[in-house]
T-cell receptor, first 115, second 112 residues
Framework: KAGVTQTPRYLIKTRGQQVTLSCSPI?????VSWYQQTPGQGLQFLFE???????NKGNFPGRFSGRQFSNSRSEMNVSTLELGDSALYLC??????????????FGPGTRLTVL | GENVEQHPSTLSVQEGDSAVIKCTYS??????FPWYKQELGKRPQLIID?????GEKKDQRIAVTLNKTAKHFSLHITETQPEDSAVYFC???????????FGTGTRLKVLA
């Protein structure tokens, strides 16, 4: 079974621009979560989508948004980029939503650099 | 909501020694505690997890212990090897929402 894929793998943008990242979950997985990874801050939860609906949201400004399509693929968008948005963005898919024992399968991440 | 603290942030051990990483959580209703390993340049992967109905779980050289009273859980790696060098993250799904709250990570270096 193919793993979680993310595109693009690397992005360089300038302040004020916007960016869209894409995530394709494992076949059959319907839940997709997004995380921001920065040195010292670990993995910070952005949001989770299930059945095309945002189910959970982390503590990030409204510049961060996302969506999920009927095939469970998900995109996240960051508008008006700031230097502090430079990070590795990871998505993770899981089989269920709303279950504790719900292993997260991570993609390779998209490395975003904001200049 | 759930809050997870992880210590230490970095840990260096000699090959063959043991390593212990500890996490504390805030919500006593939490029942599931996974550990993820992220090797350099790679994606995090689940290596072991524990549910609240057991106090310890082992898988070869790795083990996880849980103390629900104190609200902490620990990862133990015995007979460490160079390939154990990685960043380790603990996590606790927040009760009710089940969104994963991760610790800030521990960078483990196993010195040959």
């Amino acid at each position: 079974k193919a793993g979680v894929t993310q595109t693009p793998r690397y992005l360089i943008k300038t302040r004020g621009q916007q960016v869209t990242l894409s995530c394709s979950p494992i076949s059959g997985h319907r839940s997709v979560s997004w995380y921001q990874q920065t040195p010292g801050q670990g993995l910070q939860f952005l949001f989770e989508y299930f059945s095309e609906t945002q189910r959970n949201k982390g503590n990030f400004p409204g510049r961060f948004s996302g969506r999920q399509f009927s095939n469970s693929r998900s995109e996240m968008n960051v508008s008006t980029l700031e230097l502090g948005d430079s990070a590795l963005y990871l998505c993770a898919s899981s089989l269920f939503y709303g279950a504790e024992y719900n292993e997260q399968f991570f993609g390779p991440g998209t490395r975003l650099t904001v200049l | 909501g759930e809050n997870v603290e992880q210590h230490p942030s970095t840990l260096s051990v000699q090959e063959g020694d043991s390593a212990v990483i500890k996490c504390t959580y805030s919500d006593s209703a939490s029942n599931y505690f996974p550990w993820y390993k992220q090797e350099l340049g790679k994606r995090p992967q689940l290596i072991i997890d524990i549910r609240s109905n057991v106090g310890e779980k082992k898988d070869q050289r790795i083990a996880v212990t849980l103390n629900k009273t104190a609200k902490h859980f620990s990862l133990h790696i015995t007979e460490t090897q160079p390939e154990d060098s990685a960043v380790y993250f603990c996590a606790a799904p927040s009760p009710g929402t089940y969104k994963y709250i991760f610790g800030t990570g521990t960078r483990l270096k196993v010195l040959a």
